[in-house]
C-alpha cells in the first residue's frame, strides 16, 4: 500500500550566510512523498540507496527487515516515507518510521525497537542539505504520514557519513542527553594503536595484551562459521546477562526475541558481510566477545560483553577493543564507532564525543502532555547524571531495587 502528497508547506527562509547551497538549489524547494506501509514497496529504493547512498550500518535492509519480523509490538505499523524532488521525479531519501500505541496515543517514532543506535534516513547521495531544504523535507514527509499525537525520534547524528542530517537540522531537533564516540583510523595497521590511541591508553592495553597472553596465548578469533557464530555469541549473551545481574541491571538480551535477532543477523552477516562477531582467548578462556556491524569503511561496536574474573587485574574490554583497532585497519577500515554511551574508557582510547539530536514534540493534546512529561524526565536524568554523587545515590538505589526485583 503507498499514498502519494505534495508537501505541506514551501519554505522560503534563506540560508545562512556561509552555508552551503540548499538542496534543491533553489529558493522554492519542493519535494514529493510516497509512504510505503511495507517493506516489500520500499525494498528495490531501499537496497538502491544502501549501495550507493549515505547511510549508516543502522539503516541496512536486512537490520530493519529482523526488526520488523522479530521486535516490532503487536499493533505497529510501517511508516517507510520516500522522498523524491517534485521537478526531477529522483529519489532524495528514505525515512523508515513506525506509528504505535504507547499509554493511550499514537506516537511516531523510528524504526529501531530498541536496536538501532542512530536515526538517520538513507540519503540519495551526499549533496548538501541545510535548514531550509531539510524543513521543506520534513513537512512532505509529514503530509503522508498516518495520524499521530506525538513525534519522538531519538539518537539523530548530526552528521551521515560526512553529510549533515537533515533531522538534525529541523527546528524543532534539540540536543538530547546522549552522545556518540568514534575514532578515525589510518596509516599502517601495526602501528594505529599507538598513532591514534591517548599514551595512557596505548600503555595500559600493552600491559593488559602481555598479562593475558602469559594466560597460555592470545587469539583474537572471528567467528566465521555457523557453528562458531553460536557459540561466541553464546558465549556474549552469557557473560553480558551474568555481569548485568551482578550490577544490578537491565539488559535487552534479556529477552528472547532481542538475542534471537541479533543471533539472526549475525548468522546473515556469515553471507553479506553485514555483521561479525569476535571472541578474545587468553589460553582455552573466552575473556571478551565484541559484537560489531560493518558498513563501508566503518565498524560500529554495538555489543560487547567481558569476564572480569577470568584474568585478574585486566579489562578484557580495552583489549578486543584494541586488537580489532588493528584487525580493522588491517582489513581497510578507517572509522572505528563506539557507539552511543558516555562511559569513562571511549575518553580513556581517545575518541572523539559528537552530541546526538532528539525530535520529541506533540501534535494534539495528548501528545504535547506526554511529550513534555519525557523532556521533564529527561532534564531531571540529566541533571541527575551531571551530579557525581547524586548520580552515584541513584545507581546504587537502582541496583539494590532490580535485585530485590530479582530474587521475588
Not at 93 to 108: D, E, K, N, S, Y
Not at 116 to 134: E, V
Not at 155 to 167: D, F, Q
Request: proline residues 5%; hydrophobic residues 45%.
Amino acid at each position: 500500500m503507498a499514498s502519494q502528497a505534495m508537501p505541506m508547506a514551501a519554505m522560503t527562509t534563506d540560508p545562512a550566510d556561509g552555508e552551503a547551497a540548499p538542496h534543491a538549489g533553489a529558493a522554492g524547494i519542493a519535494y514529493v512523498a510516497e509512504l510505503h506501509t511495507s517493506l516489500e514497496t520500499a525494498k528495490p529504493l531501499w537496497l538502491r540507496l544502501e549501495t550507493t547512498g549515505v547511510c549508516t550500518g543502522h539503516q541496512h535492509f536486512a537490520w530493519a527487515e529482523g526488526i520488523v519480523e522479530r521486535l516490532m509490538p503487536p499493533k505497529a505499523e510501517l511508516a517507510i516515507v520516500e522522498l523524491r524532488d517534485a521537478a526531477t521525479g529522483e529519489p532524495v531519501m528514505l525515512v523508515p518510521l513506525m506509528r504505535r500505541r504507547a499509554f493511550g496515543h499514537w506516537v511516531i517514532e523510528w524504526l529501531s525497537c530498541g536496536v538501532c543506535d542512530y536515526a538517520a534516513p538513507l540519503l540519495a547521495d551526499a549533496t548538501p542539505w541545510t535548514r531550509q531544504s531539510a524543513e521543506a523535507a520534513w513537512a512532505a514527509v509529514l503530509s503522508v504520514l498516518p495520524p499521530a499525537d506525538r513525534i519522538h525520534i531519538t539518537g539523530i547524528p548530526k552528521e551521515i557519513g560526512g553529510v549533515a542530517n537533515p533531522l538534525a537540522l529541523l527546528s524543532p531537533a534539540r540536543d538530547s542527553i546522549h552522545s556518540r564516540y568514534g575514532i578515525a583510523m589510518d596509516g599502517d595497521a601495526e602501528t594505529v594503536v599507538k598513532r591514534i590511541c591517548r599514551p595512557s591508553f596505548v600503555k595500559a592495553l600493552n600491559k593488559d595484551l602481555r598479562r593475558l597472553d602469559r594466560n597460555g596465548g592470545l587469539a583474537l578469533v572471528e567467528a566465521d562459521t555457523p557453528a562458531l557464530v553460536d557459540s561466541i555469541f553464546g558465549k556474549l549473551v552469557e557473560m553480558r546477562l551474568s555481569r548485568f545481574r551482578e550490577l544490578g541491571r537491565f539488559d535487552l538480551l534479556a529477552r528472547p526475541p532481542v538475542a534471537d535477532f541479533y543471533r539472526s543477523a549475525a548468522q546473515r552477516g556469515l553471507k553479506d558481510g553485514s555483521v561479525r562477531v569476535f571472541g578474545l582467548r587468553a589460553g582455552d578462556v573466552m575473556v571478551a566477545v565484541q559484537y560489531l556491524s560493518v558498513h563501508l569503511g566503518t565498524l560500529h561496536a554495538l555489543l560487547v560483553a567481558i569476564d572480569q574474573a577470568a584474568v585478574p587485574n585486566v579489562s578484557p574490554g580495552l583489549c578486543i577493543m584494541g586488537e580489532l583497532i588493528r584487525w580493522g585497519r588491517g582489513q581497510g577500515f578507517d572509522y572505528f564507532d563506539l557507539s552511543v554511551g558516555n562511559q569513562s574508557y571511549k575518553e580513556h582510547m581517545g575518541a572523539v564525543r559528537s552530541v546526538l539530536s532528539e525530535l520529541c514534540y506533540g501534535i494534539t493534546l495528548k501528545g504535547l502532555a506526554a511529550s513534555g512529561a519525557i523532556k521533564y524526565r529527561g532534564r531531571g536524568v540529566a541533571f541527575v547524571r551531571d551530579n557525581p554523587r547524586l548520580f552515584k545515590l541513584a545507581q546504587d538505589f537502582m541496583q539494590r531495587w532490580r535485585r530485590l526485583r530479582a530474587g521475588r
